[in-house]
């Protein structure tokens, strides 16, 4: 069952897990397992997409429990009054801050394929870093770092795509990742999913004008890897699930 961590007469927000499609697509046909079906089926009604998640990205979703008010936030989103807030591990020591401004392709598929360039901006602040002594490749230790991540556009997979092109590919990303450092990963911590995780979501509610703060929390795999890496100084420390190894295991 999925966590809710928000509800009122117009939405509902829940803690979507790492591996959980947001909806069917034509793309993953032998997915049977959809957030928008389990929320339907908890609540009893029909609920609504106002955005989305990757599949290997967990944390806050948001569905609107009628079309007005999908339509009233979803147009929030596109007009980026709603500030999403994103944690992530990445491979390498990253600057403190930074901004990633660069333009992602996508194609669309009619009778003619055509390629589509959509400007897109990310900006990130660093959190902490860490350097272990696991070898990988021809280097004789491992440094990763924890980044706060705010997305000021919601293009197709942007932090991951971002944060591939300036050489910090996220932790357990088979697709724009490194998987000698995904494979590390699994060995030392049996952490198996992408170090990606939407934590917070703030916005305007459309219908009532208050300032909306939704909050979600990591999973163990995710808290394990941030507590065995003493990061456990968070801006929000509640968000990790359960405790952990303060040191780091032997391989």
């Known amino acids: 069952m999925l966590e809710i961590l928000y509800m009122d007469n117009h939405f509902v ?16 046909p032998q997915e049977t397992n959809f957030a ?5 089926d908890v609540l009893g009604c029909r609920v609504y997409p106002v955005h989305r998640l990757d ?3 967990s944390g806050v979703l948001v569905f609107g ?4 008010s999908a339509g009233r936030l ?15 591990v990445v491979r ?6 930074g901004a990633i401004d660069k333009p992602l ?43 706060k991540i705010r997305p000021e556009t919601g293009r197709y997979q942007q932090i991951r795509r971002h944060l591939q092109h300036v050489s910090h590919p996220v932790i357990g990303d088979r697709t724009h990742g490194d998987n000698r450092h995904n494979c590390l990963f699994e060995t030392v911590f049996d952490c198996r999913r992408m170090l990606l995780a939407a934590v917070r979501i703030n916005f305007r ?31 929000a420390p509640e968000i990790l699930t359960t405790a952990a190894p303060a040191s780091l295991p032997a391989l």
């Not at 928008?36 to 339907?40: E, P, T, Y």
């Not at 429990?65 to 007005?68: A, G, I, N, S």
Request: charge should be positive; hydrophobic fraction near 35%.
């Open 13 to 28: 927000a829940v803690n979507k897990p790492a591996g959980l499609m947001v909806h069917r697509a034509r793309s993953a």
């Open 36 to 40: 928008l079906q389990m929320v339907r």
């Open 55 to 57: 599949k290997h990205t």
């Open 65 to 68: 429990l009628h079309p007005e």
């Open 74 to 88: 979803g147009r929030a989103f596109s007009g980026r009054s709603v500030t999403k807030t994103y944690l992530a």
């Open 92 to 97: 390498g020591h990253t600057p403190e801050a």
């Open 105 to 147: 392709v996508k194609y669309r598929e009619q009778k003619i394929r055509t390629r589509i360039e959509q400007s897109a901006l990310t900006r990130y602040s660093r959190l902490g870093t860490i350097e272990i002594p696991y070898p990988v490749s021809r280097y004789a230790t491992a440094r990763y770092s924890l980044l």
């Open 205 to 235: 509610h459309p219908f009532s004008g208050e300032n909306i703060a939704i909050q979600g929390r990591l999973d163990d795999a995710f808290s394990t890897v941030i507590q065995a890496f003493g990061w456990q100084c968070l801006p």
